[in-house]
């Protein structure tokens, strides 16, 4: 007889999602905002867990991870569930959101600069000009 481990797994919610529309409108891409919003509500997933949580498919997941990790944002570890098969792949957040806003404001920031610097250079292109 086989028996089957129960589990909850945190589905993103209505107000979740909001949370995940304005993190888009940062400049987040949806694959990160999702699981970012996902993992800001649980201690640790797989990537399964994110999966169902979240609606996105495997290769997005993978995406979103790796740009997390590259940014030390979140931590994996692998656990070992019974005596066969892979290890499974658990994800935390390691920082705190207010760390990742940073990221993005400097973005922001510094393409609003580049942005004003072209302004000016078209200013200053009409006014040589005349």
Same mark, same amino acid.
């Given at each position: ?55 996105? +498919?495997?290769? /997005?997941?993978?995406?979103? %991870?790796?740009?997390?990790? #590259?940014?030390?944002? &979140? ?23 207010? +760390?990742?806003? /940073?990221?993005?404001?400097? %973005?922001?920031?510094?393409? #609003?600069?580049?942005? &004003? ?14």
């Amino acid at each position: 007889m086989i028996s089957l481990k129960e589990c909850e797994v945190k589905i993103l919610d209505e107000e979740d999602l909001l949370f995940v529309d304005h993190l888009k409108t940062l400049g987040i891409q949806k694959s990160v905002a999702l699981t970012l919003t996902f993992l800001l509500n649980v201690k640790e997933a797989s990537s399964r867990d994110i999966e169902i949580g979240t609606g996105l +498919r495997q290769p /997005e997941i993978s995406l979103a %991870i790796s740009f997390m990790k #590259s940014h030390s944002w &979140i931590t994996g570890k692998l656990m070992k569930l019974n005596r066969r098969g892979r290890p499974l792949h658990v994800y935390s957040l390691c920082v705190p959101l207010e +760390r990742i806003f /940073e990221y993005y404001e400097e %973005i922001i920031y510094h393409n #609003s600069q580049e942005s &004003i610097a072209k302004i000016q250079k078209i200013k200053d292109i009409l006014h040589s000009n005349h």
